[in-house]
């Protein structure tokens, strides 16, 4: 298990991390979010023993992470790291045997994780021939390469396109099914709804948001109704409850306060015609981040 417990860390006067506190057990998955300066890189390396906090704690499995179990751990930065003037088979050689991995395991690791994300044909050139995307991909190999059981993503999925996304999504998922605990930042609110159970929002080093993302968008309380068919904007706009009206292409999307609003609102789409959708949805992590992250900026 992974325990932050109350760690504050402060840079001068500045208070970079306040008082942070959360677990991660083995299988899941934790997303650590906010806007750049809130605290989540301080967070990180926090995590993996490169800063010790000025308060508070952080343990893996009951310790601080050190030279004794640094090797059951993998971070990729967001920042690319890579020694660029060397391939990359030279490369995974030399992040493996950090991590005291024999070079024949490190080999065959690397020829599993190459073919997986189609990139076999790199395998010898050098770094600094390759895409960014590709580079973002040997950067995550790097990060993969020892099997860790703690792995700690900030950004991973900066500068790829919707594909490359969905494959580090199913490669994240793989180890959450071997039971590694995974933590990791991004700005890509849609695929941490999409595949992260628990989060936490800092916000200049506090906590702004935090919780199971199910009861994060419960406990917000509003929603989003859209509908297609003929309705009246104005009509719509005039419902108590309903504090905004986007009027799209296709479809028209009512902004509830509550639930008990979507009762006035069908209320009134059951007097009206041609109606094809009626669709009552949560509101989006988006939508709940720029709320809450909004009101203290």
Known sequence: MLEVKNARMLYGNLVAVDHLSFQVKPGDIFGLLGTNGAGKTTTFRMIMGLLDPTEGEVLYHGEKVGYHNVNEIGYMIEERSLLTKITVKELMLYFGQLKDMS?????????????????????????????????????????????????????PFSGLDPI????????????????????????????????????????????????????????????????????????????????????????????????EVAKRVFDYIKTCENITKYDVEQASLSEIFIAKVGQRS
């Open 103 to 155: 070079p024949k395991v490190i080999l065959e690791r690397l020829d599993y994780w190459l073919d997986r994300f189609g990139i076999v044909e790199y395998k010898n050139k050098k770094i600094k021939e390759l895409s960014k995307g590709n580079q973002q991909k040997i950067q995550f190999i790097s990060a993969i390469i020892n099997n860790p059981k703690l792995l700690v993503l900030d950004e």
């Open 164 to 259: 490359n996304t969905e494959l580090f999504v199913s490669v994240i998922r793989d180890f959450q099914k071997q039971g590694s605990m995974i933590v990791f930042s991004s700005h890509q609110l849609d695929h941490v709804e999409s595949f992260c159970e628990e989060l936490i929002v800092l916000e200049k080093g506090k906590v702004v948001i935090e919780g199971r993302i199910d009861k994060v968008k419960k406990d917000f309380k509003k929603q989003n109704i859209k509908i297609i068919g003929d309705v009246d904007i104005k009509t719509l706009e005039a419902i108590p409850g309903v504090y905004k009206v986007i009027e799209n292409k296709n479809q028209v999307i009512a902004k509830i306060e509550n639930e």
